[in-house]
Each structure stands twice: as structure tokens, then as C-alpha cells.
């Protein structure tokens, strides 16, 4: 059977609701907002978004309102799943944090009712009443907000149902201004669209007749915006026009120009009184809708026109949210938001929006690939994100990036140290250390050059060198230790050990400093021109590393760490020299670096040996006992270990092959890897030219440049402008090939560009010509002038600088599919494989298209041939044969083909398999050939090359509708479907029937609650970074999802998803849930057939990894009776030490 652990690696991006209003406090204003299952709450402030509070919600929000009570100051959030759980939630501030406190709570599902097509429809009437809800057509379902449901802890929600007339409802609002709830309705019946509105009598739960009704409004009427009093009524928004209506008068119609160029996509008010509205269509356009006020002759306010006004361009919204002081969020679920300011006059472009801040989206990730571009063993994804506009790749990375401002041809650098000489409040000197000398280079705008300080000896190695206490400079090599003035003023104290030893290593801070002479170990005090020689000792073995670091922000240090020559490590005590703790590190391996470091107010102690391994251990900075020993491997070489600061908070940089950064979140050590091949030494830098800057070294130059923000994912963005649809690497001409769709307007002398995308600023372009479709392409539909046209080209991109090196455009109506690259037959250079469709609105399925074969070869694009297929070639995959040769397979419409490569470099076919609906994903392992089909699940076929042909050995029969297959081995599958879930399959390989072998075995079943489009294998933690008895985990496969998150799928060994299985219910059942939605529920495999079946084969590591944000006492209630293994093959008694350990090499798989 097997067992797997699904674990988030990035949240989801794609904002699908916001709303802004005051729930943590009456005086604070907040934006919330929805990513699919993540619920994000923000404080507004002058300065700008402050997220105060995350929460994950059990369930996919479909509706989220703000609504106040009569006897409250701030407002409760009402949240409704697309499972139907309803919650009333309340924000109380518990100190600086936030607590989320679910008032109300209850599922309003029916058992029978046909869910619309247009989605769940919610909202709340105005006075604060009543909830409507449209989750089925035909009903109405009332909620009465009764000052009982959100009084009273934990109230069960209660709903009734109103029957509506109207069965095909488009969109339903609440009106302004009137004595009992009312609702206006956009219906479609035979005769077009309609708008109506009905009264809810509450007493005796029915509709009642409404105010008004307005028959056959546009056609293509799909919004409604209800408008508060003086004006009342509402707006009527359709594809062409805007209405306004209010019932006792005529409607008021607007319908320009600019808002037929795109589809409308969300409307946002702007002020209480109802006067403006924002408006955003698919082509990021901003418009501004003012409803021009009349007055009456009686005072009463009417409104008198509709005036529509282009403002700019933003990325495509989801939501429009006005905050405050014309500033506007913007959600997007195809783009990056954006925070705007709305400016009163145009901009050189004619713009009025100014973009204030952006939050990346990922989604919808529609492809991607997992490439090792460093040659570093670690993975990065390449995502093909977005659309339209908002198109992009991303290229996504485990790690930190260092942005390099400038550089220095210079080698043998064996040490780094800033300066700050006289009064400068910035670095101004740059110390460099090589065998025999010291340099130093000043540092001013953005020139250097080499001086002098008096008193700084420059003729041998320095060891260390920075300001300390009195204003003065330490400066330690092998022969003395000196105390400068900064100020100019000379030495003013030197050190040199007796007997003209030679120091061979130093550490030191602001007030102290350690030198050890062989086995002799020094420590001193620093004083305004002295250097006090306090204590010293004798070690048992040679000095190898010291470190005299104060903890936890302190002045003075009272332990010091030092690594011996017999492969020990040990802290300290500097008040009388005694050894407090003393760890054996075995092996034969020195340690090269030592040091003390505080993470988030808890102090370690790391310890790096000269192979690129590091031991890192909890130190009690009271006792300087060492507990919690553990290693992970950095590199492969010798590496150093520095401090430096960001944002306030401790990092430490580990200087090595493959250097690292190391710091805490959740009290937790992260290593991040970092953009560079190899690092000797580093120091941090403050100029006024390189602020809060690095200076780093290699082998041969000195560099100056920024550390980006630290984070685990370190996200590229490659804007295209138009739309990626599927990627490909090719390592061997270190290029990309990727499938883009741009739209073009129809003009009279052809489609034409309707902004400056990527296929059309390539440096080359090629336009595509083909002898097997020449004479379809006219048949295949005519545009008129105007219409939309979707033009589809391959882009050729560098993986090093990823621009675009060249754009091959292929033919009207010629949609590409699929891409791959690989070898054919014995062909030693590779191809880039594209699969393209002739797509005709006549037909119901395509019914022509071809494989072309493209060479790629030093920036040149060759065609090397093309096969014509009667379909569209949904998958191509490459298959290895046992001597060698690779031929393609591939998944036209219903049938799988496989092609062999012949020695006039054209594709032959072999044979097919021909029983699916629509082959729309294929995947290889060997012989092994899994299908994933559009209906009917999956399917296993064999290729039998004796008889030249594929044969179907075992199938899945249960009609799931397949978005993503992958095969983890030879006997196990993983797909996900339609409905958000993910399972597993089987060969039942040891039956002894043969109608049982045919059946794959469902062996697990999990509600991931996102549509994964992309499987691959791969990880994105380096191979490297293993920790000794970390987790066992194998085969690691990621994916990708519409709403931009970044997943992994792991395998466990039985007995340890046994162990995480009874871990993972302890902590659901400790957890108190944001509208106390029962895991087990969140997580049951669930289908529109209404199949309800719990989860199995899976572990839901998003629920294992929040162990650690509980408090202790949780923690220890999860602990409580927990048994692991105590590595004897005995069990004992789990404590939370254990089980943090555990969950804590969890999450460094990601």
C-alpha cells in the first residue's frame, strides 16, 4: 500500500475574495483577504499593508461578508465553504496577536439540489438582518441573523429555504433602503435576461412580491451592484453596457466604447454614499463609473447620469477594494496584486494610477519544470504563471539571491572586516587580509582606492579586525594584538605572547578578546587603551576555533566555545576558565569554525568541520551546557561561519562551496541556500554608496551587493505579456521552449498585436509554414474585423539571462498542445518536440493537427519535419527502449500512438492503444506506460516491442476526471481530479486472477482542496542539506496549482506513516478549528457524484508541521501517551522534544 505525506511548500497566491472594514477593532481599518483556503487579515496604515493575521479555513471560501450588530462597534466576518459550512467568526487582540473566535457555526447543506452553474451566490442585507444564500437552483436560503447566533458561544447556524421561480439565476444582491430585506435578481430564461426583486417576509418565510421589475435587460447582463441611499437601486453591468435602476422612473443606460474592448470582471464602490465605483475588465483596465447626482424639487437626490472614465491600467483584478485616501487593492487571481493610488491628475502616459506595492502570484500555474540550472544538486521550478497580460514565467528557487552591485578582479583574499574610521556613522574601510600582507580600501560614492590607518600594522596576516568600545580599532595577527585609535591618534596598546609564539586563532567583541597560542588559550579585556590580559589556560589538545560572541543581545560574554584539534567541541566558563561542557564531535575531521548565535532569542551553538559538514547543537547560555545535537552536510569543503544582521533579526552566513544561510523561523533553524557558486569569506558592509550590503569573496574577485529579503522561496518573475501554456528544457543548448498564446485583433489585413508581448519583441522571429495543413488552414473559420484572435508561437528562451533568443509563430487556428524535448531514434543532438491542433468552431473535437520536430542549435531554429495527425496531440512523451533508441508517444484524442524515429528523420507509427475518451496526459517509467484520461481515470499500458505493440494491463474504473497523472514507481500512481482530490493506485500484481490484475487498486484518498494542473519529480531542498536521522521520506514529487500553490508529495514507510497517522489525529483533536470544521471532514474524497469517502494513504503535513506553533501545554497534550521507537527496536514514552525533532526534519524536506 502506499503511504504519502502532502505537504504545502508555497501558499496560495491567487486572491479570490477581499473586503475591507473594522474587525480586529473599531478604530482599525483592515482589509481581509481570500486565497483559496487561506484566509489573510491586514491592518491599513499610513506606511502601507500590514498583515496582522493568517489563518487556514478547512474548506474553500466561496462567500466572505462583513456585517455589525446594534450593540457592537466592530463588525463579524461571515465565511460560507464550497462544502457548504457556515461560520460567524469574531477578532479579538489578545496582546499583539490576533485570535480569530468562531461565534456561529454549522453546515447548510441539502440533502438534494442541483448546484448552478454560475456558483455560490451570498450576502447580507444592509440593515444586518439576514444572510441570503443561492446554493442551488430554484432555492433561496435564508439565514436570520438573530441576535442569539452570535451572543451565545458556538451557536448552531439554522437556514430555511424560499423557492424562486426563477431557475437560471445570474447574480443576486441585497437593496438599499428598504423596510424589509430585499433582493434583486438577474435571470436568463428563452426571451433573454431579466432583472427582478422580491421582499423575504421573515415571519412567514416566503417571498412577496418586490418594488419593481425591469424585463429584457442586455443579453449579456451578469453583475449587480446594489447602491446605498440617497441614489438606491442598483447597477445592471453587462458586457457592453451599464444600467442604473432604481424602479420609479427610467433606467439609465451608458454604453461606451471602452468597456466593449474586454469583459468587465469585478466592481468595487468607493464612497458610502454610492456616487463612484471602480470597475475592472480583463485586459487590466481601471475604469471610474460616477453616478451624477440630481435633486429633486421636493430635496430628494435622484441620480441624473452615468459617466465611465479610463484611469489606467493595473493587473487583471478579481477584487476591487477601496481602502482609504484614493488608495485601492487590487486582487488578482491571474497576476501579481497590487496596492494603487488613484491620482487627481494624469501622469505622462495619461494614467491616473500609481502603483504603491505588489504580492507575486504564482497562479495559475499551468506547467512547469524542475531543472538543476546551478549544477548544484538543488531543483528549481520554472513555472509557466498567469495569463493574458499577467503572463509570466517564474523561476523558483529554495534560497536567497544576492543581487551584485559591483566587483573586483582581486585573489587570495583570506579574510573580510568593515571600518569605521573618525566620525563616519557608515562603513568607510574595507580590511582584506592575504598570506603575507593586509590591505585597505576606502570607501567613498562609488570609488575605491587604498590607504592607510596609523598605527594598523600592514605587513603580515590579520586574524581579525574591527571598531570595539573607546573608540578604537582591534587589530589581531600571528605575532601581536593591537588597540588603534579611529580617530587617527596611532596604537595606543599592543599584546604579543611571550616566547614570540605565534597566535594561531582569535575571536573577539565591543569589550573582549580570545587568542590561543598552540594549546594555550588567552583572554582579555578591553579598556580605553589597554588590553588586559584576565585569565588563561591550557587546553587538553590543540586550538582549532574559538568564539567569544555575547548572547541575546548582551555587552559582555560570559562563555566562550572553542574547537579542538582532537575533534571536540566545548564552552567555557571566562570567569575562572572552567570547562562547562565538553562534545565530542568523532570522526576525523576538524572543526574550521565555531559560533555562538542568538535565533529568535534562543541560543545555539554551531560547530563547521573542514569537510562541509556542521553540527549545530541548543545551548544554555546560564550554564553553557549542549544539548540536542545534530548535523547537516553544507558542502564539500572547509566552512566559516559569520554573523550578520537583517531587518533586526540574526543570520548567519556559512561560507563554503555552496554557501548557506542559516537562520530561525518558528523557532525553528532553516538553511537556505544562496545564489553563488562559492564563497571563502564575507563580511557585512554599511557604506553610503552599498547600504545594508555584503562584501564576499571567492576564489578570484571581490564582490559588493544585496541580500534579498530572507525568505525559504526566492521567486524571479520573466513577464511575456501573454499567456504560457507549456515548458520544456533542453540542458544540452541550456535553452527553454515554451508555448505562448497571445490576443490579437482582427484587422483588415489580418490579426494585429495589441501591446508590445513576447513573441513579439524577440530579437528573431519566424512565422510557420506547412505543407501537410496548406490546404486547411483557409477552412478553417474567417474572423471578422475586430474579433478576438488567439495567435499561438513557440519562444526559444537562454537559461541563463532567460530572454527570448527567438519566436517561431505558428498558423492561424493552429493551437500548440504539447512540448517536450529529447533524443529520437540514435540521433546524438536533441529536439524540441511541439504538438499543435487546427482548431475549427465547427467541430466538436479537433481533427487535423501535426508533430513538428524543431532543431535548436546554437540560437538557430531548424524544422526538421512534421507528421500530420488526424486530432489534437494532447501529450508527447519520450520512451527509452532497452538498446537505447527513443521513439515518442504520444496522446492523440482518444488513442495513444507511439512513433519510432527512421533514418530520414521522420516519424513512423508503430502502433496505438485506442480506449479512452481523450488521452490528455501520458507518462513513462521503462516499459511502463500510465495514461490519463479526460473521464475515465487511469489507465496502465505495457509496450511489447517483440510484437510491436501496447498492451492495456490493468485500468482504474472509477470515472474520475483526470487534471494531473505521475507514477511514483513501477506499481504506484498518483492522479488528482476535477474535484480537488488526489489519490492513488495500485497493480495488483499479486492476485492470482486475472480480472483482478486488471484492476488498479485505489490505496489512497485525500481532498487536497486546490486543482493541481502538473506533477514532476523533483525537490526543491539541495541533495546536500541531509541531516543524520532525519525523516525517512522517498520519492519526492511536486505540483503545481491553479491557485499558485507549490506542493510535495513524499513517500513513507508504513510503520512511520502509522506513527505520523496517530500524530496527526492528536493534533486535529487539539486544534480548535476556524469554524469548528472537523478535519477529517476538510480532508474526505469528494466528488460532485456526491462520493463521500474518508482519507486514507495520506498525511496531511500542513496539520503535522502546525505542532510546532502550538503552545507548550498543547503540545504536550498532543504528547501525552505517544509512543515512537527508541532505535532497539523498544518503544517509549514520546516527549515534545522527540516529537518537535521529528516535525521539524518534516519541514526541511521543502
Not at 438606491?232 to 453591468?237: M, V
Not at 579574510?415 to 593586509?438: A, K, Y
Not at 516491442?945 to 514507481?969: C, H, K, T, V, Y
Request: with cysteine; net charge negative; hydrophobic share 40%.
Amino acid at each position: 500500500m502506499a503511504t504519502n505525506y502532502v505537504v504545502t511548500a508555497h501558499k496560495p497566491t491567487a486572491v479570490t475574495k477581499s473586503l475591507t472594514g473594522h474587525f480586529s477593532g473599531k478604530d482599525d481599518l483592515n482589509l481581509i483577504v481570500v486565497k483559496n483556503t487561506l484566509l489573510e487579515i491586514y491592518l491599513v496604515t499610513p506606511e502601507g499593508l500590514k498583515p496582522k493575521k493568517a489563518v487556514e479555513i478547512y474548506g474553500r471560501v466561496a462567500v466572505m461578508e462583513l456585517f455589525k450588530t446594534e450593540d457592537s462597534e466592530k463588525e463579524l466576518l461571515f465565511l460560507l465553504t464550497n462544502r457548504y459550512n457556515a461560520m460567524i467568526l469574531e477578532c479579538v487582540k489578545d496582546g499583539n496577536d490576533l485570535e480569530i473566535v468562531t461565534k456561529a457555526h454549522g453546515n447548510v447543506m441539502d440533502k438534494i439540489g442541483r448546484t448552478p452553474e454560475s456558483g455560490i451566490i451570498g450576502m447580507i442585507d444592509p440593515m444586518g438582518k439576514t444572510i441570503g444564500l443561492r446554493l442551488y437552483d430554484g432555492l433561496f436560503k435564508v439565514v436570520p441573523l438573530t441576535k442569539e447566533l452570535y451572543h451565545q458561544p458556538e451557536k448552531e447556524v439554522r437556514a430555511f429555504n424560499l423557492r424562486l421561480e426563477e431557475l437560471n439565476v445570474i447574480d443576486i444582491k441585497f437593496l438599499h433602503g428598504c423596510n424589509t430585506p430585499t433582493i434583486i435578481i438577474i435571470h436568463q430564461d428563452t426571451h433573454g435576461r431579466h432583472v427582478k426583486t422580491y421582499e423575504i417576509n421573515l415571519r412567514e418565510k416566503e417571498f412577496q412580491k418586490g418594488p419593481w421589475n425591469q424585463d429584457n435587460v442586455e443579453n449579456e447582463a451578469f453583475m449587480l451592484q446594489s447602491v446605498p441611499m440617497p441614489f438606491g437601486g442598483a447597477l445592471i453591468i453587462g458586457q457592453e453596457s451599464i444600467t442604473y435602476h432604481r424602479g420609479d422612473g427610467q433606467p439609465i443606460t451608458v454604453a461606451p466604447s471602452i468597456i466593449k474592448q474586454s469583459t468587465i470582471t469585478c466592481c468595487g464602490s468607493v464612497d458610502k454614499d454610492g456616487s463612484r465605483y471602480l470597475l475592472g475588465d480583463m485586459q487590466g483596465h481601471l475604469f471610474m463609473l460616477l453616478l451624477e447626482k440630481g435633486e429633486k424639487p421636493d430635496g430628494t437626490t435622484y441620480c441624473k447620469d452615468l459617466k465611465v472614465e479610463l484611469l489606467g491600467e493595473t493587473c487583471i483584478p478579481e477584487t476591487l477594494t477601496y481602502l482609504d485616501n484614493a488608495v485601492v487593492y487590487i486582487g488578482s487571481k491571474i497576476g501579481d496584486s497590487q496596492l494603487i493610488r488613484l491620482d487627481i491628475k494624469p501622469d505622462e502616459r495619461g494614467s491616473y494610477v500609481q502603483v504603491l506595492d505588489s504580492w507575486t502570484n504564482l497562479g495559475p500555474i499551468v506547467d512547469m519544470c524542475v531543472v538543476d540550472l546551478d549544477r548544484q544538486g538543488q531543483g528549481q521550478l520554472v513555472t509557466c504563471s498567469g495569463a493574458y497580460r499577467d503572463g509570466s514565467l517564474r523561476i523558483i528557487r529554495n534560497g536567497i539571491g544576492i543581487h551584485e552591485h559591483a566587483s573586483i578582479d582581486m585573489a587570495g583574499i583570506k579574510g573580510l572586516w568593515p571600518l569605521r574610521l573618525n566620525q563616519s556613522e557608515t562603513d568607510n574601510i574595507l580590511v582584506m587580509t592575504f598570506v603575507g600582507e593586509t590591505r585597505l580600501l576606502k570607501l567613498y560614492d562609488d570609488e575605491v582606492e587604498e590607504t592607510e590607518i596609523e598605527g594598523f600594522y600592514a605587513a603580515e596576516r590579520t586574524l581579525y579586525c574591527s571598531n570595539v568600545a573607546h573608540d578604537q580599532i582591534l587589530q589581531m595577527t600571528m605575532t601581536a594584538i593591537r588597540l588603534i585609535s579611529k580617530f587617527g591618534g596611532g596604537q595606543v596598546a599592543i599584546w604579543k605572547p611571550a616566547d614570540g609564539k605565534k597566535i594561531n586563532v582569535v575571536s573577539a567583541n565591543d569589550h573582549q578578546a580570545l587568542c590561543a597560542c598552540g594549546k594555550q588559550l588567552y583572554y582579555f579585556e578591553l579598556g580605553s587603551g589597554q588590553i588586559t590580559l584576565a585569565r588563561s589556560i591550557e587546553m587538553p589538545a590543540e586550538v582549532a576555533c574559538l568564539d567569544i560572541t555575547p548572547l541575546c543581545d548582551e555587552m559582555f560574554s560570559t562563555i566562550c566555545a572553542v574547537g579542538l584539534w582532537d575533534m571536540s567541541a566545548m564552552t567555557i566558563n571566562l570567569k575562572d576558565m572552567s570547562i562547562l561542557h565538553r562534545e565530542e564531535l568523532g570522526g576525523e575531521i576538524l572543526p574550521r569554525s565555531i559560533l555562538m548565535a542568538t535565533f529568535e532569542m534562543n541560543p545555539y551553538l554551531l560547530c563547521a568541520l573542514g569537510d562541509g559538514s556542521l553540527f549545530y547543537f541548543h545551548l544554555d547560555k546560564d550554564t553553557g551546557l549542549v544539548s540536542g545535537k545534530k548535523k547537516v552536510t553544507l558542502g564539500t569543503k572547509p566552512t566559516f561561519l559569520k554573523t550578520f544582521q537583517s531587518q533586526t533579526a540574526t543570520y548567519v552566513f556559512a561560507c563554503s562551496d555552496r554557501p548557506t544561510v542559516i537562520f530561525s523561523s518558528n523557532h525553528k533553524l532553516v538553511f537556505s541556500n544562496v545564489n553563488l557558486k562559492n564563497v571563502t569569506f564575507m563580511c557585512p558592509l554599511n557604506t553610503d554608496m552599498y547600504r545594508d550590503s555584503l562584501a564576499i569573496t571567492d576564489d578570484g574577485s571581490l564582490t559588493f551587493g544585496t541580500i534579498d529579503e530572507i525568505q525559504r522561496l526566492h521567486i524571479r518573475t520573466i513577464p511575456l505579456q501573454e499567456t504560457p501554456r507549456r515548458i520544456a528544457y533542453q540542458e544540452s543548448t541550456e535553452s527553454f521552449g515554451v508555448i505562448s498564446m497571445r490576443i490579437d485583433k482582427q484587422g483588415t489585413n489580418g490579426p494585429e498585436p495589441v501591446r508590445h508581448s513576447a513573441s513579439e519583441i524577440a530579437t528573431n522571429r519566424s512565422s510557420a509554414i506547412s505543407k501537410v495543413l496548406a490546404s486547411a488552414v483557409g477552412a478553417s473559420g474567417e474572423h471578422n474585423i475586430g474579433d478576438e484572435v488567439e495567435i499561438f508561437s513557440i519562444l526559444f528562451l537562454d537559461q541563463q539571462t532567460f530572454t527570448i533568443t527567438h519566436a517561431h509563430q505558428l498558423l492561424l487556428n493552429e493551437y500548440a498542445v504539447c512540448i517536450t524535448s529529447t533524443r529520437l531514434g540514435t540521433d546524438a543532438d536533441p529536439y524540441y518536440i511541439v504538438g499543435t491542433a487546427l482548431i475549427s468552431p465547427e467541430e466538436s473535437e479537433p481533427t487535423q493537427g501535426r508533430i513538428i520536430v524543431f532543431s535548436y542549435l546554437d540560437g538557430k531554429l531548424n524544422t526538421i519535419t512534421e507528421k500530420e495527425i488526424k486530432g489534437a496531440p494532447y501529450a508527447l512523451c519520450p520512451m527509452v527502449m532497452a538498446d537505447g533508441t527513443i521513439k515518442l508517444l504520444a496522446g492523440i484524442n482518444s488513442t495513444v500512438r507511439l512513433f519510432e524515429w527512421t533514418a530520414d528523420k521522420e516519424l513512423r507509427p508503430e502502433c496505438q492503444h485506442s480506449n479512452n475518451i481523450v488521452s490528455l496526459y501520458i507518462k513513462v517509467k521503462g516499459e511502463f506506460i500510465l495514461v490519463g484520461d479526460m473521464m475515465r481515470s487511469m489507465t496502465v499500458l505495457v509496450y511489447k516491442p517483440a510484437e510491436g505493440q501496447l498492451e492495456e494491463i490493468a485500468r482504474d474504473f472509477n470515472p474520475n476526471w483526470m487534471s494531473a497523472i505521475e507514477i511514483i514507481d513501477d506499481d504506484i500512481f498518483i492522479g488528482t481530479e476535477n474535484n480537488m482530490n488526489m489519490f492513488t493506485c495500485q497493480k495488483d500484481s499479486a492476485s492470482t486472477s486475472d480480472e483482478d490484475r486488471q484492476h488498479l487498486l485505489t490505496t489512497g484518498l485525500y481532498h487536497l482542496g486546490d486543482f493541481v494542473n502538473v506533477f514532476r519529480h523533483g525537490s526543491l531542498v539541495m541533495h546536500h542539506h541531509l541531516i543524520e536521522n532525519s525523516s525517512p521520506i522517498s520519492k519526492p514529487i511536486l505540483f503545481g496549482t491553479v491557485n499558485g500553490a507549490i506542493g510535495l508529495v513524499v513517500q513513507l514507510p508504513p510503520e512511520f506513516y502509522v506513527f505520523l497517522k496517530d500524530l496527526q489525529e492528536r493534533i486535529a483533536s487539539v486544534i480548535r478549528s476556524i469554524g469548528k470544521i472537523e478535519h477529517s471532514f476538510w480532508r474526505q474524497f469528494t466528488t460532485e457524484r456526491k462520493v463521500i469517502q474518508d482519507c486514507k494513504g495520506f498525511i496531511d503535513g500542513d496539520l503535522i508541521e502546525n505542532f510546532l506553533d502550538l503552545s507548550q501545554d498543547k503540545k504536550q497534550d498532543v504528547v501525552n501517551g505517544l509512543k515512537i521507537d527508541d532505535e532497539s527496536g523498544m518503544t517509549k514514552d514520546a516527549t515534545v522534544d522527540d516529537i518537535t525533532k521529528i516535525v521539524e526534519d518534516l519541514t526541511r524536506i521543502h
